[in-house]
């Protein structure tokens, strides 16, 4: 059975940094995609960033510059970086782990709020 660990979330002010981070169990980690959604209250949830099996990369237009998604093999984590964090980047956070022809997983979401 497949389970995602996620933390790392919490309330920041504008322009501070967060790293969230999903630890994944019962799972071949490299030979997955992976990604972080969010969703705000009232709004789908969006696709962050991802990152395939392979290493590459992609992000949302509006966190471009400012976050970072990577992975640790060895220890099974899925990271996203985020600095520069401003109010509209608040929503709960998913981490998600995509298997190449099979199902998708999804973590329980970790609340980030960005406030003054």
């Known amino acids: 059975q497949v389970q995602l660990v996620e933390s790392g979330g919490g309330l920041v002010q504008p322009g501070e940094s967060l790293r969230l981070s999903c630890a994944a169990f019962?799972?071949?980690?490299?030979?997955?995609?992976m990604g972080w959604y969010r969703q705000a209250p009232g709004k789908e949830r969006e696709l962050v960033a991802k990152?395939?099996?392979?290493?590459?990369?992609n992000y949302a237009d509006s966190v471009k510059g400012r976050f970072t998604i990577s992975r640790d093999g060895a220890k099974k984590t899925l990271y996203l970086q985020m600095n520069s964090l401003k109010p509209e980047d608040t929503a709960v956070y998913y981490c998600?782990?995509?298997?190449?022809?099979?199902?998708?997983?999804w973590g329980k979401g970790t609340l980030v709020t960005v406030s003054s």
């Open positions: 998600n782990i995509q298997q190449v022809g099979g199902v998708a997983y």
């Open positions: 990152i395939t099996r392979l290493g590459s990369t």
């Open positions: 019962g799972i071949f980690f490299d030979s997955n995609d």
